[in-house]
Nanobody
Framework: VQLQASGGGLVQAGGSLRLSCAANGRTFSSDAMGWFRQGSGKERRFVAAIDWSGSLTLYGDSVEGRFTISTDNAKSTVYLLMNSLKPEDTAVYYC?????????????????WGQGTQVTVSS
């Protein structure tokens, strides 16, 4: 499985961005997809996750109510719509594939990662 993340960029505080993660290859072995982010000098942290049916979603506390994760099965693509962006959202955002839904918050359980896309929010 190859994951290709895109959509990052520079945006002012209060603005919006939509990230995309396209999965090429055999995705049936993964129950879910997740987004993590890593700020400069910080650990990679959980942002949001969704199962491939789209019926299950989970968000990190800092993004709940501002970010929305969704999936397009026909395109094997997962999206992260980020609204009301804050400077503290600045990070490299990574998408990943995880086998079991119960593990979506656990970075070390993800079997595939995309290359990351930079999101910078200016104040």
């Amino acid at each position: 499985v190859q994951l290709q993340a895109s959509g990052g960029g520079l945006v002012q505080a209060g603005g919006s961005l939509r990230l995309s993660c396209a999965a090429n290859g055999r995705t049936f072995s993964s129950d879910a997809m997740g987004w993590f982010r890593q700020g400069s000098g910080k650990e990679r942290r959980f942002v949001a996750a969704i199962d491939w049916s789209g019926s299950l979603t989970l968000y990190g506390d800092s993004v709940e109510g501002r970010f929305t994760i969704s999936t397009d099965n026909a395109k094997s693509t997962v999206y992260l719509l980020m609204n009301s962006l804050k400077p503290e959202d600045t990070a490299v955002y990574y998408c990943g594939a995880v086998s079991k839904w119960r593990d979506v918050r656990l970075r070390n359980k993800y079997t595939y990662w995309g290359q990351g896309t930079q999101v910078t929010v200016s104040s």
